[in-house]
């Protein structure tokens, strides 16, 4: 329990911390996007509040819903 607590906390702040740093001695490439992924990545910055949404409320409204 507390190795997937801290997996799904405290790793990924570190990592926002480090930032490039956490992959030494590798220096990543960091290319534009394009095509299809920009599309997405627009969409995401501009309706975060309704993806958020339409990603949650689903699969949380079958958890409780009332099947025997």
Known sequence: MCAA???LTFLPAVLV???RAALWPAK???AEAS???RRVAALVDQHPL???IGTVLPPSGSLFSRRS
């Open 35 to 37: 095509g299809i992924w």
């Open 17 to 19: 911390l480090l930032d």
């Open 5 to 7: 607590l801290s997996a």
């Open 50 to 52: 309704r993806l958020w």
């Open 28 to 30: 990543p490439y960091r």
